[in-house]
């Protein structure tokens, strides 16, 4: 009889994706294993490749708005913002209070819907079918309530260069403070199903683990590094559209593994809810809009009563504005990490280059790392928690 | 923002002969470092305590057709101590746009420089795996520079 020791072994290379229902998305790994054990882990990526940042280089300011939402389609918002950002800071605008707060209030609900999309789905990945369906019953109301501001269930690109589209429709706060109302009960439900799981704990703690340290020297960011127990969170460290105005905390873990990961984000949302909910108590009367009719166009009743709003209006979307020459940098934290636009301009209306620093795209190199030597199952479950989104990750 | 002031300053004169510009644009400071010198002061801006620019954020090349020198690289520094963040600039050599990789210093370096190859034809010397990483193997050119044609010839 063959001994053990006298069997054949020998590393396989296993393929993972592009088509794969738990690589979130078109995300290839290429596993090397030794039975069952992870040795090495190589993501290959670019499937999702459209060159926005090539696009945008074509596109006036304007029209590159909608591109932006493409980016990380969980969080279109917060892309808005990001870039709208960098825009105005080109052009020295001063967005009025109102419309601060508006972007605010839409940028914490859409980090509860990223949140929510990336817990459903995280849990059906490691095998518990219920969170995604009651995840996706409050994702829904929240499309519901982004549909109202900007027509779409997705990808609404409602913020301007200079402020929003539109003021807040009727019904709007009601909608939203009844969401506010109930998401924390809904909180509770989830935390019922998972956070004391003896499956769940599991398949995550101790899971794809990575020290502070190395996902400093990594890129990682967002509510990844915060796991690590760093606590860094730009809308605290370097605040951006009057969020220094509200009161909240930032939760960090300890552990840098899966559940830290799980932990955080759960509290992140609670969080959000309480920005939502002082952004609605305090959202100040006013225009939503900065006063700069060579980048703001005129409101839609005198774009209809008058010549010369129609001339600029007409001026303003087919030849854009003109930014200043320069560069600027912004970034803001969005549901992933730190979303940066570089944003370079000669001083026409179309950008010289555009350079997005993508959280996904940055999160993902620390995959490698955090995968090392651990079981082939558990590549799902550190997919699923660096949360990645990838049509940010190609762009 | 005097501190960045101030720290800009230590820093040209800590390396006289590698700063050839600083720039002051909407409260953004950046440096412009010779390439030979390029290495060396980015483990000054990691290591310096005062500095401390541990976290590379950004990376990216950008093209200027018809100036000289054509590329330029710029890394978006940030402080996770002191919060401060610091654009530094190098151009690569002319003639075989080749720039010292900086993934020694900043791991994250790596994929940032991959894409910058991929898209741009900078060279990164002294990288780990210098390969393509989001257009697909075999691709010809490189797409984000001013001369590739937005949409197919």
Redesign the interface.
């Known amino acids: 009889m063959e001994t053990a020791s006298a069997l054949r072994t020998e590393i396989i290379t296993l393929n993972m994706g592009p088509q794969h229902p738990s690589t979130h998305g078109v995300l290839r790994v290429l596993l090397e294993l030794q039975g069952e054990v992870v040795t090495k882990a190589t993501p290959v990526?670019?499937y999702l490749?459209r060159?926005i940042?090539?696009?945008a280089e074509?596109k006036t300011y304007h029209q590159f708005i909608t591109l932006t939402d493409r980016l990380d389609y969980t969080s279109p918002f917060i892309n808005n913002l990001a870039y709208a950002l960098t825009v105005e800071?080109?052009l020295d605008l001063e967005v009025p209070l109102r419309a601060q707060y508006i972007r605010v209030m839409l940028s914490e609900l859409t980090r509860i819907q990223s949140h929510l999309i990336w817990l459903g789905t995280h849990a059906l990945d490691i095998g518990a079918m219920s969170p995604l369906l009651y995840c996706f019953r409050e994702r829904e109301e929240t499309l519901d309530i982004f549909e109202m501001v900007g027509g779409a269930r997705m990808n609404q690109s409602y913020f301007r260069i200079g402020g929003v589209a539109a003021d807040l429709p009727d019904g709007f706060t009601e909608k939203v403070k009844a969401f506010c109302d109930v998401l924390p009960s809904r909180i509770e439900g989830y935390e019922r199903l998972l956070t004391e799981n003896k499956i769940w704990l599991s398949r995550t703690k101790g899971v794809g683990v990575i020290s502070a340290e190395e996902g400093?020297?990594?890129?990682l960011s967002g509510p990844c590094l915060r796991a690590c127990g760093?606590k860094?969170d730009l809308r605290k460290?370097?605040p951006y559209s009057s969020y220094d105005h509200f009161d909240f905390e930032i939760p960090t873990g300890s552990q840098g593994d899966s559940y830290d990961r799980y932990l955080v984000r759960l509290e992140e949302m609670r969080q959000s809810n309480r920005i939502v909910k002082q952004a609605l108590e305090k959202l100040p009367p006013g225009p939503v809009n900065a006063v700069s009719p060579k980048v703001v166009p005129p409101p839609k009743e005198k774009v209809q009563e008058n010549i010369e709003s129609l001339i600029i209006h007409f001026h303003l979307m087919t030849e854009g504005f003109n930014v200043p020459k320069?560069?600027?940098?912004c970034?803001v934290e969005s549901s992933k990490g730190?979303l940066?636009f570089?944003i370079?301009s000669d001083g026409s209306s179309k950008p010289?280059?555009v350079?997005i620093?993508t959280p996904s795209?940055?999160n993902?190199?620390s995959f490698s790392s955090m995968a090392q030597g651990r079981m082939m199952a558990d590549i799902v479950t550190i997919i699923g928690s660096i949360d990645i989104c990838l049509g940010e990750v190609?762009? | 923002m005097a501190r960045m002031a101030e720290l800009v300053e230590r820093i040209k004169e800590t390396f006289p002969q590698a700063i050839e510009e600083t720039v002051v644009y909407k409260d953004e400071y950046a440096i412009r470092v010779k390439r030979s010198y390029l290495l060396e002061v980015s483990q000054f801006l990691k290591q310096d305590p005062a500095c401390g620019f541990d976290f590379l954020s950004d990376l990216c090349g950008v093209d200027y057709l018809g100036r000289e020198p054509r590329f330029e690289v710029v890394y978006h520094l940030y402080s996770m101590k002191h919060k401060h963040r610091l654009r530094m600039k190098a151009s690569p050599s002319e003639n075989d746009l080749s720039i010292p990789s900086v993934v020694s210093v900043w791991k994250t370096a790596n994929w940032h420089e991959r894409e910058c190859y991929d898209l741009l034809g900078i060279i990164f010397s002294n990288h780990p795996d210098l390969r393509r990483i989001l257009t697909p193997e075999g691709f010809k050119g490189y797409p984000l520079r001013k001369d590739f044609p937005l949409r197919g010839k």
Request: hydrophobic share 40%; proline share 0%; charged share 30%.
């Open positions: 990526l670019g490749h060159g940042e090539k696009l074509h800071k080109l400093i020297a990594l890129g760093v860094w460290a370097n320069g560069e600027a940098y970034s730190e940066g570089y370079v010289y280059r350079k620093r795209f940055v993902m190199e190609d762009r």
